[in-house]
């Protein structure tokens, strides 16, 4: 009895990477931002000093997630390395702001929480940002929420 208990143990506790290994082939590769698709999302246009990525790609490895996007000043590439362990990381964002970001799967979504914080005239300000990445077919989804901002980019995989 104690060997079937510990085996639906073992079988339950590696269920979560089995969804996280299904998803990860899906998630990964190169994505054109959709224009006609809701590329450009959100009132207004967007999130008012969050750069929109024509083109990003994604690579995913067991212990974390690399996100490149033509973000950079006059659209260079920028590369954000997100840890899948809870560890926040420092990622590039806009001059004078500090960037920390966690990622971690929830179902077949990764969600992304960055953290942007400046220290003012009259002492720190911030803003948190979470993009939610789904992926269906050969199309992705990027869900960022600012508050109550919200924005859906679309992407079409190139490769």
Same mark, same amino acid.
């Given at each position: ?27 990964? +590769? ?6 006609? *698709?809701? +590329?450009? *999302?959100?009132?207004? *246009?967007? &999130? ?7 083109? =990003? ?9 690399? =996100? ?27 001059? +004078? ?27 720190? &300000? ?10 269906? +077919?050969?199309?992705?989804? &990027? ?8 924005? =859906?980019? =679309? ?5």
């Amino acid at each position: 009895m104690r060997d079937a208990i510990a085996i639906v143990l073992f079988i339950g506790a590696a269920m979560p990477t089995g969804a996280i290994a299904q998803v990860a082939p899906a998630l990964a +590769g190169t994505w054109a931002l959709n224009q006609e *698709g809701g +590329g450009r *999302g959100g009132r207004g *246009g967007g &999130i008012p000093g969050v750069p929109l990525a024509t083109q =990003v790609t994604v690579k995913l490895s067991p212990t974390e997630v690399t =996100v490149d996007t033509n973000t950079g000043s006059a659209q260079s590439l920028q590369t954000a390395v997100y840890k899948l362990d809870g560890t926040q990381t420092t990622v590039p964002g806009p001059l +004078g702001w500090t960037v920390t970001a966690k990622a971690a799967w929830k179902d077949s979504t990764l969600v992304v929480n960055t953290m942007r914080s400046l220290e003012g005239p009259n002492g720190p &300000i911030g803003a948190e940002i979470v993009d939610v990445y789904q992926v269906s +077919g050969d199309v992705l989804t &990027i869900t960022r929420t600012q508050g109550r901002n919200k924005q =859906v980019l =679309v992407y079409n995989k190139k490769s």
